[in-house]
C-alpha cells in the first residue's frame, strides 16, 4: 500500500484545512486507517484513528472537538478535517494504514504510512 498525503499549508489560528490521505496499489477498505504528527523536537504523536466501516473512531484529547477524520472508501482516501486550529497543533501531519479492521493507537500498529504534509498554524 502506498499512501499519498496532501491538504496542508500555512493557515492563521482559528484556521481550517482539510488534509486527504490516498491509498493506492491496494484497496484499504478493510483496514483501519489513522492520523499521525510529529512537530519539530518532538516525538510523533497519535491524533485520530478510524475503524475499516467507519462506524467507530478515537481522538486524542488535544484535538478532540475540532478534527474530524472520515473515509471515502470509494475513492480509496480518508480525510482529516481541522478546525479551530491553533499554533500548537503545528507539525507534519501522517496518515497510516493498519493491515487490521480494528482501531489502533500506537504508531508501532501500523503496517504503510504516508510521506507527510506539513501544518503551520500561525498566531
Known amino acids: 500500500v502506498q499512501l499519498q498525503a496532501s491538504g496542508g499549508g500555512l493557515v492563521q489560528a482559528g484556521g481550517s484545512l482539510r488534509l486527504s490521505c490516498l491509498a493506492s496499489?491496494?484497496?484499504?477498505?478493510?483496514?483501519?486507517m489513522g492520523w499521525f504528527r510529529q512537530a519539530p523536537g518532538k516525538e510523533r504523536e497519535f491524533v485520530t484513528t478510524?475503524?475499516?466501516?467507519?462506524?467507530?473512531?478515537k481522538y486524542a484529547d488535544s484535538v478532540k472537538g475540532r478534527f474530524t477524520i472520515s473515509g471515502d472508501n470509494a475513492k480509496n482516501t480518508v480525510y482529516l478535517q481541522t478546525n479551530s486550529l491553533k499554533p500548537e497543533d503545528t507539525a507534519v501531519y501522517y496518515c497510516?494504514?493498519?493491515?487490521?479492521?480494528?482501531?489502533?493507537?500506537?504508531?508501532?500498529?501500523?503496517?504503510?504510512w504516508g510521506q507527510g504534509t506539513q501544518v503551520t498554524v500561525s498566531s
Open positions: 478510524i475503524n475499516w466501516s467507519g462506524s467507530s473512531t
Open positions: 496499489g491496494r484497496t484499504v477498505i478493510n483496514d483501519a
Open positions: 497510516a494504514a493498519r493491515s487490521s479492521p480494528f482501531m489502533g493507537l500506537e504508531s508501532d500498529e501500523y503496517a504503510y
